[in-house]
């Protein structure tokens, strides 16, 4: 009951994330997050498409300069195509790992204006430079991980896009959350979120993620909203077990 109350919060959490987007610590945190989450989108993207490349090309198993009827318009079609999945990843992981770099000062943000009374451990520089990197990996091992998957369904159009949201709307869901617990767990105790929660929430984000524009401040709403439902579930656990 607990995780359904939790789940129908959702939208309340993110109306308020929103709300916060216009406060002057978080506009600077904004346009720092977003220009180093675009360089290295660029980069991360450049090389997966390099790798993919020379993926396909050793697939075809000839060179560019070979004029084979129909194989030269199979590359550029299949280079066309994996330059778009190579778009989708780089975005997601960089966000993901960025977002991991920059979520304790999002968190404390949004503790500073709605939830003042908590007490909570800063980070040190490396551990959020660690939390960051596995995050990253964890994103990029997922995404590929799913990416046969999505490739066998690209012809039905619509099949790719539900497969990387439902993997990252897993991943997201618990990178959001453990990013806001690991500043207030306490004696191993578990966090406070459900199966379900977590996932609409990350299912939530992946699909922000897909919104030209918007995906600039999914990362931070994202963060945002899950600190206000890892708060919120926490103490309605701590006044049904007072």
């Known amino acids: 009951m607990n ?4 789940a129908l919060s959702i939208p309340q959490a993110f109306a308020l994330a929103l709300a916060q987007v216009g406060d002057r610590k978080v506009i600077g945190l904004l346009a720092k997050s977003i220009a180093i989450s675009i ?4 980069l991360l993207g450049a090389a997966l498409v390099a790798l993919l490349t020379w993926g396909a090309a050793a697939i075809f198993g000839i060179e560019y300069e070979q004029q084979v009827p129909g194989v030269g318009m199979a590359m550029v079609a299949l280079i066309g195509l994996v330059g778009l999945i190579a778009a989708w990843l780089a975005w997601r992981i960089v966000a993901i790992a960025v977002l991991q770099f920059y979520a304790d000062d999002v968190v404390a943000m949004v503790e500073a204006r709605h939830y003042p009374g908590l007490a909570a451990r800063d980070l040190p520089m490396r551990e959020q430079v660690g939390i960051a990197l596995r995050g ?12 046969p998957v999505a490739l066998a369904l690209v012809f039905t159009a619509i099949g790719p896009a539900i497969v990387f949201l439902v993997v990252n709307g897993f991943l997201l869901g618990r990178e959001l959350q453990d990013m806001v617990w690991i500043r207030h767990q306490k004696d191993g105790s578990a966090a406070p979120l459900g199966f379900s929660s977590r996932f609409l929430l990350g299912l939530s984000v ?6 030209p524009v918007v995906n600039l401040l999914a990362p931070f709403l994202g963060a945002a909203a899950a600190t206000h439902l890892v708060h919120r579930a926490a103490l309605r656990q701590g006044a049904r077990h007072a």
């Open 3 to 6: 995780d359904a109350r939790s």
């Open 136 to 147: 990253g990996v964890r994103a990029l091992v997922a995404n590929l991980v799913a990416l």
């Open 206 to 211: 992946a699909g922000l993620l897909a919104i």
């Open 39 to 42: 360089v290295l989108a660029l």
